[in-house]
Nanobody, 117 residues
Framework: QVPLAESGGGLVQAGGSLRLACATSGTTFTLDAMGWYRQAPGKQRELVAAMDSEGTTFYATSVKGRFTISRDNVKNTLYLQMDSLKPEDTAVYYC???????????WGQGTQVTVSS
């Protein structure tokens, strides 16, 4: 199992920005398609962005044009730049393997993002 540690969340006003980071000690990070997920209270966890080992990206319709996923394969770290945040982006954000392609690892604690109106 690959420990995942998300960070960078916080409270921000609508229209603001945050940058999330996900540190992983996995030796296969450079080969894995990775993703950012979020789960709002009372809702199912959803994949919001993903990037494979070749840099091909996926974005959920709700975040396209506002969020940018990136990765540093030297630092084994995944990032999510979130701009033009909206109250509906409020959720706990997690990183993990892209569940469309791989079995996910144990989930980390996530990082809370709260967007006030």
């Amino acid at each position: 199992q690959v420990p995942l540690a998300e960070s960078g969340g916080g409270l921000v006003q609508a229209g603001g920005s945050l940058r999330l980071a996900c540190a992983t000690s996995g030796t296969t990070f450079t080969l894995d398609a990775m993703g950012w997920y979020r789960q709002a209270p009372g809702k199912q966890r959803e994949l919001v962005a993903a990037m494979d080992s070749e840099g091909t990206t996926f974005y959920a319709t709700s975040v396209k044009g506002r969020f940018t996923i990136s990765r540093d394969n030297v630092k084994n770290t995944l990032y999510l730049q979130m701009d033009s945040l909206k109250p509906e982006d409020t959720a706990v954000y997690y990183c993990n393997r892209d569940w469309r392609r791989s079995i996910v690892d144990l989930w980390g604690q996530g990082t809370q993002v709260t967007v006030s109106s």
